[in-house]
């Protein structure tokens, strides 16, 4: 068992639900976690200013959009965690020149870990006319064909593949 077994169920479920219609913030945060007075622990990264030991968690909390107040603050409820990493940050290479630091991954890299694992959201269509129906083609200017069964709202899980779709008058 490991960290990201023991995550894995819950993230499925918070992401299965943020794939539901509606308006979601994705707050990230970061919080190092100090070992600093525990000198046996191994495997410990360099937290802080570089003197303490331990490592780094960001968490990313979903929160579904209820409602904005007048001030626009939105009200909402957390719907539980979408993304969790730990990290055990190492010292800079002795001799690390700028270029060579810039080089590297950045920490704010990370914030985008959540959103490419947990993988593409699917793309809702509505529309209010129902003499309308929905077409698709693999390309823009490509032979388009009625998406078979579309009704107002349809959701279309994103594939690999690039697709285009329009709306027809019948």
């Known amino acids: 068992m490991n960290f ?8 499925e479920r918070t992401r299965q639900a943020c ?10 945060d970061t919080t190092q976690l100090d070992y600093s007075r525990h000198p046996a622990t191994e495997d410990l990264g360099v937290i802080g200013d570089g003197g303490g ?5 960001h968490s990313a909390l979903a929160v579904r959009v209820e409602s904005w107040t007048l001030a626009q603050r939105p009200e909402g409820t957390v719907t539980g965690l979408f993304g969790q990493e730990c990290r055990t940050p190492r010292p800079a290479p002795k001799g690390e020149t700028r270029g060579a630091r810039l080089r590297r991954p950045r920490k704010s890299q990370t914030w985008a870990t959540a959103f490419k694992s947990a993988g593409r959201p699917p ?3 509505s529309w209010g006319n129902p003499s309308f129906s929905l077409s698709a083609a693999p390309t823009a200017t490509g032979v388009y064909t009625n998406v ?18 329009r709306l027809q008058a019948q």
């Open 123 to 125: 793309v809702v269509f």
């Open 19 to 28: 794939r539901q219609p509606g308006e979601y913030l994705i707050i990230e």
């Open 148 to 165: 078979p069964g579309a009704a107002s709202p349809y959701t279309n899980t994103v594939s690999g593949s690039q697709t285009f779709f």
């Open 4 to 11: 990201e077994r023991i995550l894995a169920p819950h993230l």
């Open 53 to 57: 030991r331990g490592f780094e968690l």
